[in-house]
């Protein structure tokens, strides 16, 4: 089975499944321990708004302008969460949570006069991992390796600011390639499955974690030729099902 795979198709998908993994199992991490779990739904469904705006607008869907719409709405919600943390931070994650329904609700509405508007929602929630190329790779591998490096160095000093700019930032990118369920399974259930680890092992096992789901979904989404990024949330749920029992059986026999 594995002879007949087109690793034409494959390769380039399990690449792209990497490179997000590379920023979404660290913000994840520190989404978790701000306790705003619904912050990726949101930030991800603002993203889709700005591209579902461009496309209503008959802008070229391959264009600049799409990323920029894209893109300034993603910030200007990063920029708003961190304005509203700071004034109201006992109410943030209702909150983001509003601004996921607004976000959602408003992308339904200017579709609703588009005939081929089921399609482009659909492409938004479960993405076009699949049809990756090797060349649309790299601009997004520079973007997360400079993302990365303000992360690691800057994030300590300016705290909220620097996680939600970055956030926005990476989600954006992240939203058109894997679409928004599979953005907030990257986030969540790696992090979510390697709560407790020491923070240097807890990285590398959520990586691993990522890596193995990517694979193990992408491949039975070509042998089955079924929906990539739902196949991936599922394959990604089951090995952190497995990782978070082996982590409890280590924690009871200590």
Same mark, same amino acid.
């Given at each position: 089975?594995?002879?007949?795979l087109?690793?034409?198709?494959i390769?380039?998908a ?16 520190e ?13 991800a %469904? ?13 802008w070229? #869907?391959n ?9 300034s ?7 708003? *969460?961190?304005?509203?943390?700071k004034?109201w931070p006992r109410? %943030?994650?209702?909150?983001i ?5 607004l976000?959602?609700t ?9 005939p ?7 492409e *938004?929630?479960?993405g076009q991992?699949?049809w990756?190329t090797w ?12 993302? *990365? ?5 800057? %994030? ?5 600011l620097v996680f939600?700019?970055?956030f ?5 990118a992240?939203?058109?390639?894997v679409?928004?369920?599979l953005?907030f ?6 992090a ?9 092992n807890?990285?590398f096992?959520g990586?691993?974690?990522g890596?193995?789901s ?6 039975l ?5 079924? #929906?990539?990024?739902a196949?991936?949330?599922?394959c ?8 978070? *029992?082996l982590?409890s ?6």
């Amino acid at each position: 089975m594995i002879a007949a795979l087109d690793w034409s198709i494959i390769g380039p998908a399990v690449v792209a499944g990497l490179i997000i993994l590379s920023t979404h199992v660290p913000l994840g991490q520190e989404v978790l321990k701000r306790g705003i779990i619904f912050i990726d739904l949101a930030i991800a %469904q603002v993203a889709a708004l700005g591209v579902i705006a461009a496309h209503a607008m008959d802008w070229d #869907p391959n264009g600049i302008e799409v990323q920029i719409a894209a893109i300034s709405a993603a910030l200007l919600a990063a920029i708003g *969460l961190n304005w509203t943390e700071k004034r109201w931070p006992r109410i %943030q994650e209702p909150l983001i949570g509003i601004l996921f329904i607004l976000a959602a609700t408003g992308g339904i509405l200017l579709l609703a006069g588009n005939p081929h508007g089921s399609e482009h929602l659909k492409e *938004l929630l479960v993405g076009q991992i699949l049809w990756t190329t090797w060349s649309s790779l790299w601009p997004i591998a520079v973007l997360y390796a400079i993302v *990365l490096a303000v992360w690691f160095t800057l %994030q300590a000093r300016f705290g909220a600011l620097v996680f939600y700019l970055t956030f926005a930032v990476v989600v954006t990118a992240s939203v058109q390639i894997v679409g928004i369920y599979l953005v907030f399974a990257s986030l969540i259930i790696p992090a979510l499955a390697t709560t407790g680890i020491r923070r240097g092992n807890r990285l590398f096992v959520g990586y691993l974690l990522g890596a193995v789901s990517y694979l193990a979904g992408i491949v039975l989404s070509f042998v089955l030729d079924v #929906p990539t990024g739902a196949v991936v949330v599922w394959c990604m749920a089951g090995v952190a099902i497995f990782v978070g *029992l082996l982590i409890s059986d280590k924690r009871t026999l200590t």
